[in-house]
């Protein structure tokens, strides 16, 4: 099955300064890629996504990389803000038969510092 | 109608107990899904129903039996829980399109908060 790994389990960062937030999957039927922020006993959000036939996607201030040969992709958010503290999932989507499993990555806790 | 409700938002039962968890949508999404999340944990994948059949079951113990009796609700039954069960269950949503290959945001209800004692 999929695997996906997710670095770094946490990260600080000043208010302002840039964050970024790096996950690896292993299965190269992997064709969705979302981007989750989970706040602390809410449901997770949908911040951003990127197909696999797309190298990068750019809303305001996230943007997101895929390297599909590699098999990497990333999360950067920049002039980040203390209202961005909370816990990010990577996942990897492989799609079947009408519906699609959804692999989440090991979570990126993010701390803005006023 | 981009919500993914569900009910109860939190549940405390003993191990002998019988309850249930229900999930709706008015999405017109024909598959929907059960997560099962623990503190700082990401959500686990549990079942999957497209167009009302059970599609996925992720070697889940039979103490969880899943139900989704129309295209609008989604059920988890559950019975002779475990405390080791106790976590936040989240059901989630998404349109398909059968024939190919193309996959879609999921919509993640608030979940349910359980509390096996």
């Known amino acids: 099955g999929e695997n996906v790994e997710q670095h770094p389990s946490t990260l600080s960062v000043q208010e302002g300064d840039s964050a970024v937030i790096k996950c690896t999957y292993s299965d190269s039927a992997s064709n969705y890629f979302p981007w989750y922020k989970q706040e602390l006993g809410k449901r997770p959000q949908l911040i951003i996504d990127i197909r696999s036939n797309v190298g990068e996607k750019k809303d305001q201030r996230i943007a997101v990389t895929l390297n599909k040969t590699a098999k990497h992709f990333s999360l950067h958010i920049t002039e980040t803000q203390p209202e961005d503290s909370a816990v990010y999932f990577c996942?990897?989507?492989?799609?079947?038969?009408?519906?699609?499993?959804?692999?989440f990555g090991t979570g990126t806790k993010l701390q803005v510092i006023p | 109608d981009t919500e993914v409700t569900q009910t109860p938002k939190h549940l405390v039962m003993g191990m002998t107990n019988k309850k249930s968890l229900k999930c709706e949508q008015h999405m017109g999404h024909r598959a929907m899904y059960w997560y099962k999340q623990k503190a700082k944990k990401p959500p686990e994948l549990m079942f999957v129903?497209?167009?009302?059949?059970?599609?996925i079951n992720e070697s889940v113990p039979s103490r969880f039996s899943p139900e989704c009796p129309n295209s609008s609700l989604l059920n988890l039954h559950l019975h002779a829980l475990q405390p080791e069960d106790s976590a936040l269950y989240l059901c989630a949503s998404s349109q398909v399109l059968t024939g190919t290959h193309r996959a879609y945001e999921q919509y993640f209800g608030p979940g349910t908060r359980l509390t096996v004692t």
């Open positions: 129903y497209s167009y009302e059949k059970l599609s």
């Open positions: 996942a990897a989507t492989i799609t079947s038969g009408g519906y699609q499993k959804v692999t």
